[in-house]
């Protein structure tokens, strides 16, 4: 099981940047998908999930400015990130749903087993 998130860069303030988490190993849509973000000195904290069945969910912060979507065809997960703010700024992470959840809802790290190497999105002006 492997996750290969890429797509960030440095972006001005209004921007638009894609994110995209290529899964191998298992098949995307069998599983839910997120995206996690951690700022420096902070914790990592829930961005944005889709369900294998197809719901999606976001944090109160990327709500009505970012969509996650799904290609099966490509096995990838995306974040496209609109109208960003200097806040955004952070590594972004792409994790896959565990197996045993317990009960973890999906803006909990324990929700995922797996997670993408990280990539980073800086907003500046």
């Known amino acids: 099981v492997q996750l290969q998130a890429s797509g960030g860069g440095s972006v001005q303030p209004g921007g638009s940047l894609r994110l995209s988490c290529a899964a191998s190993?298992?098949?995307?849509?069998?599983?839910?998908i997120g995206w996690f973000r951690q700022a420096p000195g902070k914790e990592r904290e829930a961005v944005s999930c889709?369900?294998?069945?197809?719901?999606?969910y976001y944090s109160e912060s990327t709500k009505g400015r970012f969509t996650i979507s799904r290609d099966n065809a490509k096995n990838t997960v995306y974040l496209q990130m609109n109208r960003l703010i200097p806040e955004d700024t952070a590594v972004y992470y792409c994790?896959?749903?565990?197996?045993?959840?317990?009960?973890?809802?999906?803006?909990?790290?324990?929700?995922?087993?797996?997670w993408g190497q990280g990539t980073l999105v800086t907003v500046s002006s």
């Open positions: 994790g896959r749903e565990a197996i045993s959840k317990y009960g973890n809802p999906w803006y909990y790290t324990q929700f995922y087993d797996y």
């Open positions: 190993g298992f098949t995307v849509d069998d599983y839910a």
């Open positions: 889709i369900s294998s069945d197809d719901n999606t």
